[in-house]
C-alpha cells in the first residue's frame, strides 16, 4: 500500500512539472516516426523540436519551454516562436525586462 500512495505521488508531480506532454506508440521493428504536427519522419532513438516548441523523440512530446504565471502587473508577457521561449517586459517598454516570480512546464 505504501508503495501504490508513492507511486501516485511521483505521478502527480510528472505531471505538475510538464505543462504539456503526449505520448506515442513505439511499435516493435520501428525504425522510423512520423512527427504528427510537421509531418517529418524521424529515426527511432532521435530527438527533434518540431514548429509547434515541442521537444519530441518517437515516444512522445513535451513543451519546451515554461510559461510565465505570476510577474509583476505593469508587464506582460510575450511568446518568441523563434527561440520557443516567453519574454516578460514592461508593458510599455520591450526593452526593460520584468521578473518572473512563477511559472508552469518544462
Known amino acids: 500500500m505504501k508503495y501504490l500512495a508513492v507511486t501516485l505521488l511521483l505521478c502527480a508531480l510528472v505531471s505538475m ?7 506515442m506508440a513505439v511499435k516493435p521493428g520501428m525504425t522510423h516516426c ?15 523540436r ?3 516548441c515541442m521537444d ?3 515516444s ?3 513543451t519546451a519551454y515554461s510559461t510565465p504565471r505570476q ?3 505593469d508587464c506582460v508577457s510575450v511568446f518568441d516562436s523563434e527561440a520557443c ?5 514592461k508593458k510599455g ?8 516570480y512563477a511559472a508552469v512546464g518544462k
Not at 85 to 89: A, L, N
Not at 93 to 99: E, F, I, K, N
Open 17 to 23: 512539472a510538464n505543462a504539456y506532454c503526449f505520448t
Open 34 to 48: 512520423q512527427d504528427k504536427v510537421d509531418e517529418t519522419w524521424h529515426a527511432v532513438g532521435s530527438t527533434w
Open 50 to 52: 518540431n514548429s509547434e
Open 56 to 58: 519530441c523523440t518517437c
Open 60 to 62: 512522445g512530446c513535451c
Open 71 to 73: 510577474f509583476p502587473e
Open 85 to 89: 521561449e516567453y519574454k516578460v517586459h
Open 93 to 100: 517598454d520591450p526593452s526593460v525586462q520584468c521578473p518572473i
